[in-house]
């Protein structure tokens, strides 16, 4: 296993991945389009690191809660988001951590 190393970029698109709960929706944004930036992370880390833990909060959580309560779908989708950049952002930060290499 060998370490790869983030720079600037990828250390602000954890961080406001994982804090974008502050500005719902918006920090996501801002936190994809960092990670979308980055040359760190392949197109599969990206794809399992945004839209895959958005689409996990959702069903996994949205979704019943919003069965459960009939209430609106756009305030559990935002809330979706809000949940789904912090478990995307742990996610990346593991895949930032440690890369397997085959020799």
């Known amino acids: 296993m060998t370490r790869r190393r983030g720079g600037r970029l990828e250390t602000a698109a954890l961080a406001v991945l994982a804090l974008g709960w502050l500005l719902p929706g918006i920090g996501w944004l801002v936190?994809?389009?960092l990670v979308v930036a980055s040359q760190v992370w392949s197109v599969r880390e990206k794809l399992v690191g945004l839209p895959a833990m958005?689409?996990?909060a959702l069903v996994g959580?949205?979704?019943p809660i919003t069965v459960q309560t009939g209430s609106s779908i756009v305030p559990t989708v935002i809330e979706s988001l809000m949940f789904g950049?912090?478990?995307g952002a742990l996610y990346l930060w593991r895949r930032l951590r440690v890369e397997r290499t085959d020799f």
Do not use: K
Request: net charge neutral; glycine share 24%.
């Open 31 to 33: 936190g994809a389009c």
């Open 54 to 56: 958005v689409l996990l």
């Open 61 to 63: 959580w949205g979704v």
């Open 85 to 87: 950049g912090v478990f």
